[in-house]
């Protein structure tokens, strides 16, 4: 079965940090783009971070500097390193996998989907 499961979300303080995982079973992440979306309570899905099968990486401008997107291929796992959050960082966050790009980065459409994992940033 094709899957992606997150996982790394959780309860968090203003100004801590929190690394999520995604992790792919039955397919090789070698040649796909990655990603992370989330969607808060009341608001649509957004686009937080892409990165290409080279390397290339994209950012929301809400996360820029504050969050790292990265992978390892061998692991077939993409990683969202989230420093400094806020609170309005609160969401579902969801990680997403297809073979273009720009279909991810720029569509937010991804051939395949996790099942979300939940960030909450609050005192």
């Known amino acids: 079965q094709l899957q992606l499961v997150e996982s790394g979300g959780g309860l968090v303080q203003p100004g801590g940090s929190l690394r999520l995982s995604c992790a792919a079973s039955?397919?090789?992440?070698?040649?796909?783009?990655t990603g992370w979306f989330r969607q808060a309570p009341g608001k649509e899905r957004e686009g937080v971070s892409c990165i290409a099968s080279q390397g290339t990486t994209k950012y929301a401008d809400s996360v820029k500097g504050r969050f790292t997107i990265s992978r390892d291929n061998a692991k077939k796992t993409v990683y969202l390193q989230m420093n400094d959050l806020k609170p309005e960082d609160t969401a579902i966050y969801y990680c997403a996998a297809d073979q273009s790009f720009f279909r991810l980065s720029v569509l937010s459409k991804g051939d395949y989907w996790g099942q979300g994992t939940h960030v909450i940033v609050s005192s």
């Open positions: 039955g397919f090789t992440l070698d040649h796909y783009a």
